[in-house]
């Protein structure tokens, strides 16, 4: 949970929590819960769900399908994405 003053300035509120399965997993499922509210401009909800597959340390994949409020008015999403590690020195 964060808290913080913004430029215009309202006060704003945000949350995030991710739960991933063991990444010992080659496939593990993933969900995010999200919040955000920016007092009296606007407030944000969403959920995900998806998968991350990791084909070997430094390289995975990752889907998700993501659905959130934002002022009311729903938003659908289909997320995708690529993490590329490098061996540190």
Known sequence: METNLTRDPHGELFLDAIIEA???WLIRPV???FYDNEF???QEF???IG???QVRDTL???VAWRYALINNRPVNE???GV???FPSI
């Open 46 to 48: 969403s959920g995900s």
């Open 40 to 42: 009296g401009v606007a």
């Open 31 to 33: 969900a995010e819960v």
């Open 22 to 24: 063991p990444f010992k």
């Open 51 to 53: 998968a991350i597959w």
């Open 60 to 62: 995975s994949f990752d």
């Open 83 to 85: 993490t590329f590690g």
């Open 78 to 80: 289909l997320r995708a």
